[in-house]
């Protein structure tokens, strides 16, 4: 599951998994229209998410996906709609 907080210790942000510090650079996903089907629902649909950008953890291999701003202001206008994908 995505932590919904970071780890960050001073100006180094940590791997949320495993709380190491030897991050990738931030990099954009590229021209591809990449998408994540989140684990909630807003009105009995999945949620997808547009991912803008990531870092992988050299240490355990954990991906971080990050949105933009339009889509985490999408995302937040629907917020207390969320709930729980109950599978």
């Given at each position: 599951?995505f932590s919904?907080?970071?780890?960050v210790?001073?100006?180094?942000?940590?791997?949320?998994?495993?709380?190491?510090?030897?991050l990738?650079?931030?990099?954009?996903?590229?021209?591809?229209?990449?998408?994540?089907?989140?684990?909630?629902?807003?009105?009995?649909?999945?949620?997808?998410?547009?991912i803008?950008?990531g870092?992988?953890?050299?240490?355990?291999?954990?991906?971080?996906?990050?949105?933009?701003?339009?889509?985490?202001?999408?995302l937040?206008?629907?917020?207390?709609?969320?709930?729980p994908?109950?599978?």
């Amino acid at each position: 599951m995505f932590s919904t907080t970071q780890s960050v210790k001073g100006d180094q942000m940590q791997c949320p998994i495993c709380a190491g510090s030897r991050l990738s650079p931030e990099t954009e996903t590229g021209p591809y229209n990449t998408a994540f089907r989140s684990g909630f629902r807003v009105g009995g649909k999945l949620k997808t998410v547009q991912i803008d950008r990531g870092r992988i953890c050299r240490d355990c291999g954990y991906v971080l996906l990050f949105v933009g701003r339009g889509e985490l202001s999408r995302l937040d206008s629907s917020w207390e709609e969320l709930e729980p994908n109950e599978r």
